[in-house]
Structure formats: C-alpha cells, structure tokens
C-alpha cells in the first residue's frame, strides 16, 4: 500500500469517527429539546481499504408523529371552545344564582305579575321598575362581554393567520435549503426545524402531509385546500 493510500484511508477514517463523534455530542445536546429527532450514523467501506461517512439518518417513528399532529388540531380546538364557552358561561352567571341571567329574569317577571295583580301600588311599580333596570343591565352587560368575545376572537385570528404565514414561510426557506445541503447533520438539522413548523401549524390548522420526494413536504388542510407544495409535484397518499 502506498504512503499516499495509507494516509487517505487514515484521513477518512478520522473523517468518518469525527461525523460520529459529533452525532453522538448532538443526542446528548438535543436529548431535551423539543422536536430534535434523535439520529444514527454508520460508517460506509470505500475502496479497498478506506471508509467514509454514511448518510446520517433520523431515527423517527413518523406513525406517532402523523397522531400527534393530528391530535395537536383536535386538543386546540377543544381548548380554544372550552376557553370561550367558559367566558360566557360566566357572562351568564351560576344558574340560580343572586345575579345571573335567568334570576333577574324571574324576578321582573314575577314583579311584572304582582304589578298586575295592583297596578295602582306605588311599591309594586317600583319594584317592577327596579327589577327592569336590573335585567336591562344585564343584558347590556351581556351584550359587552359577547362584543368583547368577539373582538377578542378577531384579534386571535389575526394572530393565528400570521403565525401560520411565518410557519410556511420559515417551511419554504427550509426546503430551498435542502437542496443545497448534503446528507448530514446540518440537513438533519434542518428537517428538524422544519417538523418544529410543522407541529406549530398542527395546533392551528387540521392538516396532512404529503411527501414529494427529495425530503420534500406538501401540505393540506383535512379539507384538501393546498397550503405548501404544488400539487402537481405530489406523489403518495397523504400522511
């Protein structure tokens, strides 16, 4: 073997131990960050005595990851209509409480019966009286917390939609990246980035993802609307 040889073996081996030395140190690092896949790398024989990097693969259950995304939507939506239905439950008051909704409206009704019974009794007109600025004030108190639900509904959405855009957004950079990068820990990087927008989409959006090859992703609503990918470039059945 030729001292030139001998030395591009050792070079590649050094190469080789070095790539996982750095795969091992990112597990250890990544061992509690969220949406970091943890990751294998095997060394790969080359000529006829040398080695070099094999690809570095992402040990990812994609079965489980599909679930959660799809139960990420599912847990939002319950949380964010338990959220507002409790708002206005409140609005609404403990049904027969001293304040609620359907006391003060008993009582003017029954203020209202007992006026009836002596229209001419000045006590029982102003109690009548009394008991209908009561539930009027309710009402308007009602009709503020129902405005205030709704603006706070419209700036959620406002939110909601910029933080879907910029999660597309960042999912587009990403796979213009891809392609420039070579297998590696750098491009497992990367696809690590890009599930941590995707699961951020999932608890905004009920969506699917269809591979496109290349690690390439597109993405729809449960609808079927294209959010990411051309539709044109999809092939499979949708994860």
């Known amino acids: 073997m030729s001292l030139s040889l001998a030395l591009g073996n050792a070079l590649s081996g050094l190469r080789s131990v070095e790539t996982g030395l750095d795969t091992v140190s990112r597990n250890v690092a990544g061992a509690g960050v969220e949406g970091y896949a943890r990751r294998t790398v095997t060394a790969v024989e080359s000529g006829p005595s040398g080695v070099r990097d094999g690809e570095v693969q992402r040990v990812l259950d994609t079965v489980v990851q599909r679930q959660m995304r799809r139960e990420s939507a599912g847990a939002a939506y319950t949380a964010t209509m338990a959220q507002y239905l409790s708002r206005l439950d409140s609005s609404f ?49 009602l009709s503020a917390d129902v405005q205030s639900l709704r603006s706070d509904t419209e700036a959620a959405l406002g939110s909601a939609v910029d933080r879907v855009n910029t999660a597309l957004s960042t999912i587009d950079r990403i796979e213009s990246q891809l392609s420039s990068v070579a297998n590696g820990n750098a491009r497992a990087d990367l696809l690590d980035e890009r599930d941590r927008q995707v699961d951020s989409l999932s608890q905004l959006l009920d969506i699917r993802i269809t591979p496109r090859g290349g690690d390439g992703i597109a993405i729809f609503t449960a609808g079927g609307t294209a959010l990411f990918g051309r539709l044109d470039a999809v092939i499979g059945g949708v994860a």
């Open 93 to 141: 008051g403990v049904p027969g409480g001293p304040s609620s909704l359907d006391t003060l409206f008993n009582s003017f009704a029954g203020k209202i019966q007992s006026l009836a019974a002596e229209p001419a009794s000045t006590v029982a007109r102003n109690e009548a009286l009394m008991a209908g600025r009561l539930l009027a004030g309710s009402f308007n108190q």
